[in-house]
């Protein structure tokens, strides 16, 4: 017979910070001026699944890792619950509320932004799996870059 293991996972990181970016620019755009206007160097990621773009940055100084994912593609969005906001800004790491309304307000700042805003995670109802996708995504990123290495 069979034996089955459950495995316990946590899909959450042990802290983050979620931020909504309401504007008509492109992606890439975006990320340039993000760049521009924040101490930031947002990087191109393989296309978050389901076709969304996705740009990473790291801060080693603050031990902060920054997220821009779009949340529409042609067809879908991919927070149901944020229909209007065109971007989705998660900051993982120790975060404070005054750090979050600094960046907000330097977002808000970036010619074309309509609006930029807190979003309450328990406003989201597929946040942990979300979350798990997002790590798996990376996962996947990184294993692929040790091949491509191996072969160069």
């Not at 065109?86 to 309509?114: C, H, M, T, W, Y």
Request: proline share 3%; hydrophobic share 40%; glycine share 4%.
């Amino acid at each position: 017979m069979a034996r089955k293991i459950l495995l316990e996972s946590r899909a959450e990181p042990s802290w983050f910070t979620l931020a909504g970016i309401s504007c008509h620019l492109k992606d890439y755009r975006l990320s340039f001026l993000l760049n521009q206007k924040l101490p930031a160097s947002f990087r191109k990621m393989d296309d978050f699944p389901g076709n969304y773009g996705l740009y990473y940055y790291a801060d080693e100084e603050s031990r902060n890792s920054y997220y821009l994912i779009s949340n529409r593609n042609e067809e879908k969005v991919l927070f149901q619950e944020l229909k209007q906001t065109d971007f989705v800004l998660l900051v993982e790491g120790p975060f404070k509320k005054i750090q979050l309304n600094r960046l907000v307000s330097s977002i808000k700042a970036i010619p074309n932004v309509l609006t930029a805003f807190e979003i309450k995670t328990e406003s989201l109802k597929n946040l942990s799996v979300f979350l798990a996708d997002l790590e798996l995504h990376f996962m996947n990123i990184k294993k692929g870059k040790k091949k491509t290495d191996l072969i160069q």
